[in-house]
């Protein structure tokens, strides 16, 4: 299957920071999504960005899927972005293959 | 539009008892996966479906778990004689299935079993 590796593994954050979250992944694919997992365990779909540049608000995710990586920004962070944020890759309609995620905690 | 709906939210299990989780796809998806999430651990992929077909189970272990889309109604994830190790949370998916369509997750099946 596809390696999906993520960094950083923990990430704790003041408040307002700024922070910037990898994904790289081992072969090419056309299908990118990026997720948060909420303390209360549900998923949370942010980007699908299988290439390219998006921005939501405070979240903007950009994927050069010739180098095969993918970056998920978060500025002005707030408590509420803590939790566990995934990037899954995958190829047409198969399935997805998920990387082991960023735990991030922001504190007040 | 309501999107991937599961249920239940929670199940408890004792062990050698069966767990059934339902999943029914957001209007219009006919491709649903089921993804396993153990403590501290991403998803891992255990099976692909269409309407009545298995597209893909080669994430499914190979006893005691199986898995339907029927004609009609929801899909099924069924774990037979359940153990501890089976304590974990499900996840279902579902696509379009045409071209290239991010996945809608729902909110999973927290399986606990004593």
């Known amino acids: 299957g596809i390696q999906v590796e993520q960094s950083p593994p923990d990430l704790i954050l003041q408040e307002g920071a700024n922070s910037t979250l990898r994904c790289n992944f081992s072969d090419s694919v056309n299908n990118l999504q990026w997720f948060h997992q909420n303390p209360w365990g549900q998923l949370i779909n942010l980007f699908y960005?299988?290439?390219g540049t998006k921005q939501n608000g405070r979240l903007s995710a950009t994927t050069v899927a010739t180098e095969r990586y993918s970056l998920l920004y978060i500025s002005s962070s707030q408590t509420t972005d803590s939790g566990v944020y995934f990037c899954a890759v995958g190829i047409g309609a198969n399935n997805l293959f998920f990387g082991t995620g960023t735990r991030l905690t922001v504190i007040p | 539009n309501a999107g991937v709906m599961q249920n239940p939210r929670h199940l408890v299990r004792r062990r050698g008892q069966e767990a059934r989780l339902r999943c029914s796809p957001m209007k219009g998806h006919s491709h649903v996966y089921w993804y396993r999430q153990l403590p501290e651990e991403g998803l891992k992929f255990m099976v692909y479906?269409?309407?009545?077909?298995?597209?893909?189970e080669s994430g499914m272990p190979k006893e005691r778990f199986s898995a339907e889309f029927p004609k009609e109604g929801p899909s099924i994830l069924r774990i037979q004689q359940v153990v501890r190790g089976d304590s974990a949370a499900y996840f279902c998916?579902?696509?379009?299935?045409?071209?290239?369509?991010?996945?809608?997750f729902g909110d999973g099946t927290r399986l606990s079993i004593l």
């Open positions: 960005i299988p290439s």
């Open positions: 998916a579902s696509s379009p299935g045409a071209g290239y369509q991010p996945q809608h």
């Open positions: 479906l269409q309407k009545e077909n298995i597209i893909d």
